[in-house]
């Protein structure tokens, strides 16, 4: 049997490179033998810290008996959804058709040009009450396939066809002050009033709906609702969701936040330590500051994209054991392993969290490694033609495109980095990102296109900003910076366009939401030209309300004027003076901090 699994690069799919299954990583490859042999393809969806995907792949994907049945009958696919978030989004949205438990590992069956005809997700080796055993599930989609093919191929293009419906919007208004506080309190509304948090078990830390709430004009407009946020934060903080060492937790499995599911993400780290700065939370921002760059950090710089649940503890395979041990007896054990993908939408986080808490908390030490990640993301995560790509592994670039979420998330991330160190360089670079990715959007999936499959719109805001709100965010930032009036009207495009669908189900869009609460009213903006970022007036600054916050010296004012960021016009001539601007229109300068206003 051909290993095709063990020089990929994605660390789930080499963990499966010795299963007897003979699996073609996602490729054109995989189809090409499917049509040839004609038979479905069997396509295993998963992620390297994900807990039932090991276990699937140890009760069945491991079982020589299974592997014949998956060998002889199907072309059998396996899909890192990290590294092929695209790949993973067309067919969670297919199988959405035909189980409501949607998860990973995900197991979809579809017809040679790669269409959903059934699909489920953990099955286990052999029937379990309700469940049925995953030879069962081979053995009829294997009937289906051979004494139905035609209803499951109209199954698959009815599947299809409801996908591009699904998928169409229709513009409206922006959404007004007014409307955003009934969205927030619609979200407050089902605040866990005993626990904190929202709904009941399982229990997410839903980032993106945290900093919805965080936002000025819920503050003004929804206060109450907007205090949940940091009900939720203090709850989570003081729970079993946050390790010792400062890093929290996936997940929580009872409706008190305890019982976590034990592996650590980078991107709800990244956001959270947003949301505490914004809450005033020193003491929680330092610990998930300290867990990033003390475990999730790889060697170059970039960061990876989750440490496991998983690891060895006395010769057996345990999960969540070494988080339940005290820090000083972890020192003798093998951590769990760190998925060590750089992901470049996920290290835009990052790179931006950092940047941003380095900078308010006098910390240079991270906004240093925030550059570092950003050098090595733009450096590595290249295609040999020059273009960004989705993630890399040990340095070497991964052949997966870029999306939506990637290009966004990355320019955003060097935008903050470009007020954090005061360098306009990488303002230009995240100018140029995004300018590509307005121009011509983000490169669809070979394999995907080339089959006609549809890639689900990523239009909702789960555990990190889709990749519509991740263009809108970066496209705001652009204009509060002045880069123009049409970075602007590209963010209110956007928001227009899913506005609707967000203030009817505000929950799943807490990033957009963001975005139009910044449309909603004039933002702050505030810059400092002093030679000493250290200066009273500089530190005075940096703990005021506001939506930018630069501390610059004359020469590097003049290099972000010269750049095309109109929010420095003008300013390159002073010494140790403070401008306090509202929608570009700044009162007359201060030199003492006594006379800035922390309030907006």
Known sequence: ???????????????????????????????????????????????????WCHVMARESFSSPEIAAEINAKFVAVKVDREEHPDVDGAYMAAASAFTQNLGWPLTVFATPQGRTFYAGTYWPPEARGPMPGFPDVLAAVQEAWTMRREQAIESADAVAAALAQAAETTPSD????????????????????????????????????????????????????????????????????????????RYATQRDWTVPHY???????????????????????????????????????????????????????????????????????????????VITAWNGLAIAALARAGAALGEESWVAAAAEAANFVLRVNRSPEGRLVRSSLDGQASAAVATLADLGLLADGLFALAVATGDATWAVEGRGILDDLIASGAEVDPVLA???????????????????????????????????????????????????????????????????????EPPRQVVVVTEDRTSVLAAASRR?????????????????????????????????????????????????????????
């Open 1 to 51: 049997m051909t290993n095709r699994l063990a020089e990929t690069l994605s660390p789930y799919l080499r963990a499966h490179a010795d299963n007897p299954v003979d699996w073609w990583p996602w490729g054109a490859d995989a189809f090409a033998e499917a049509q040839r042999r004609d038979v479905p393809l069997l396509i295993s969806i998963g992620y390297s810290t994900c807990h």
């Open 263 to 341: 592996e650590r993400m980078l991107t709800d780290n990244a956001q959270l330590l947003d949301v505490a700065l914004r809450a005033g939370d020193e003491g929680t921002a330092r610990g998930i500051a300290d867990f990033l760059l003390d475990v999730l950090r790889r060697d170059g710089g970039g960061f990876g994209a989750a440490q496991d649940s998983e690891s060895v503890i006395d010769g057996a395979r345990s999960e969540g054991g070494y988080y339940l041990r005290p820090v000083p007896e972890r020192a003798g054990l093998e951590p769990p392993a760190v998925d060590g993908k």
């Open 544 to 600: 005021l309300d506001a939506d930018v916050i630069a501390v610059v010296s004359p020469a590097q004012a003049q290099a972000f004027e010269d750049a095309g960021f109109e929010l420095f016009a003008g300013k390159s001539a002073a010494a140790e003076l403070a401008y306090d601007c509202r929608a570009f229109v700044c009162r007359l300068p201060v030199a003492a901090a006594s006379e800035l206003t922390r309030r907006r």
């Open 450 to 520: 080339a089959h006609g499959v549809a890639a689900a719109p990523d239009q909702t805001d789960g555990d990190l900003p889709s990749g519509v709100s991740a263009m809108a965010v970066a496209a705001l930032t652009a204009w509060r910076l002045g880069a123009g009036e049409s970075y602007r009207a590209a963010a209110d495009e956007q928001v227009r366009a899913h506005a609707a669908s967000a203030l009817q189900h505000p929950f799943g869009h807490g990033s957009l939401l963001s975005v139009a609460a910044g449309l909603a």
């Open 174 to 249: 922006l959404p007004t002050a007014a409307s955003l506080a009934g969205a927030a309190e619609a979200i407050a509304a089902r605040e866990d009033a005993m626990f904190g948090g929202f709904g009941g078990a399982p229990k997410f830390p839903v980032a993106t709906t945290l900093s919805f709430l965080q936002q000025p004009v819920v503050r003004r407009e929804a206060p109450d609702a907007a205090a949940a946020a940091e009900r939720a934060l203090k709850a989570m903080t003081a729970s079993d969701l946050r390790d010792a060492d400062g890093g929290f937790f």
